[in-house]
């Protein structure tokens, strides 16, 4: 539940990432290689006609990785590098209102799981929080009394974790419990999880989901953000890995619908619609691009990738009207 300003950890889309795999046990959200993380610093990339090849990326730098959601790419280890998106990743978060979007969706299932507990503690569980930017704004909306917080964080990133425990300790007067994955003995554990936009690239995901569902004590609610293939970003996902020949290798929305079914589970929820909008150069269509899918940017035929964008240029602008769904499954 990531994200960059949104979601558990950040606001975002991870689409380009490597999948974090939310595992069983200690391996928890360990990521596939994929595709690299983000956290390092990028210049602007030279300005490009449509139609040239996508432009170089710089030798990369240890940072800390931004803050973001389903855009967010998880580390496997703390030794290796991010990967080269994070001016690209900061791109779509000051061109899209992401964040805004998902906050509005959480706002009354979060304040209806705070009311029903009274005076109780709300013990709440960020799924995938990232460095927990966007977890910072879910508990200021949430506006739950330092006293009655019970926080746990879920990261197997540790420089991301270490990040969110600075970032969070304020929001409660209790111990803040960090881990690399879920506990295992969590049952009926906790009121609240948010698993924000990081449901794409967990591995394990049938097993995963089920553990997580465990956890919710009597009457909690699991609240997750995660798009389905209505959404314009995943539909460039899909034209994009059919140009390498590729199959697109991350989960939807429409996965979840069909694991809950065996599940025999039921899920409400609505949706988050936002915009995405950028000046409309072949540059910044290349920032998206390397947004979606990272290194494998490079090996796309550059016309027909810089043509995705088309349906979406007015007036020297991109406008992309963009949805993804929320939903909320009670314990």
């Known amino acids: 539940s990531s994200g960059g300003s949104g979601g558990s950890g950040g606001s975002g889309a991870g689409w380009a990432m490597a999948r ?3 595992a069983n046990g200690a391996t928890a959200m360990q990521c596939s290689r994929a595709a690299p993380t983000p956290g390092v610093w990028m210049a602007r990339p030279p300005r490009a006609e449509h139609g040239a090849r996508a432009p170089a990326t710089p030798a990369r730098r240890r940072s800390l990785p931004p803050d973001s959601s389903y855009h967010r790419r998880v580390s496997e280890s703390p030794a290796k590098d991010f990967g080269p998106i994070r001016d690209d990743y ?5 061109h899209s209102d992401e964040a805004e979007g ?8 979060a304040a209806a799981a705070l009311r029903a507990r ?3 503690p709300l013990r ?7 460095p927990g930017g966007f977890t910072a704004r879910f508990l200021r909306q949430l506006g739950c009394p330092p006293e009655q917080l019970q926080l746990t964080l879920v990261e197997p990133q540790p420089l991301y974790r270490e990040a969110a425990v600075a970032a969070l300790a304020s929001f409660t007067a209790q111990p803040l419990a960090a881990h690399a994955a879920l506990p295992d003995g969590a049952h009926a554990a906790f009121d609240l999880i948010v698993a924000n936009h990081c449901f794409y690239y967990v591995t394990g995901f049938a097993d995963v989901v089920p553990r997580l569902l465990h956890a919710l004590a009597p009457g909690g609610a699991l609240l997750a953000a995660f798009a389905g293939r209505e959404n314009a970003l995943l539909r460039m996902w899909d034209a994009c890995f059919a140009m390498l020949g590729e199959p697109m290798p991350y989960h939807t929305a429409e996965d979840l619908d069909a694991l809950l079914a065996r599940l025999g589970r039921a899920a409400t929820g609505g949706r988050a619609p936002f915009r995405l909008r950028f000046p409309d150069t072949a540059a910044d269509r290349w920032r998206i691009l390397r947004f979606l899918l990272a290194e494998r940017t490079a090996r ?4 027909p990738a810089l043509a995705l964008f088309d349906p979406y240029a007015r007036d020297g602008r991109i406008d992309m009207p963009i949805e993804h769904r929320h939903f909320i499954v009670r314990g």
């Open 20 to 22: 974090s795999s939310v």
């Open 90 to 94: 900061a791109f779509f978060e000051a």
């Open 102 to 109: 998902d906050l509005a969706q959480y706002r009354e299932p």
């Open 118 to 120: 009274g005076a109780e």
């Open 124 to 130: 709440v569980c960020d799924f995938g929080c990232g």
């Open 300 to 303: 796309l035929p550059a016309a």
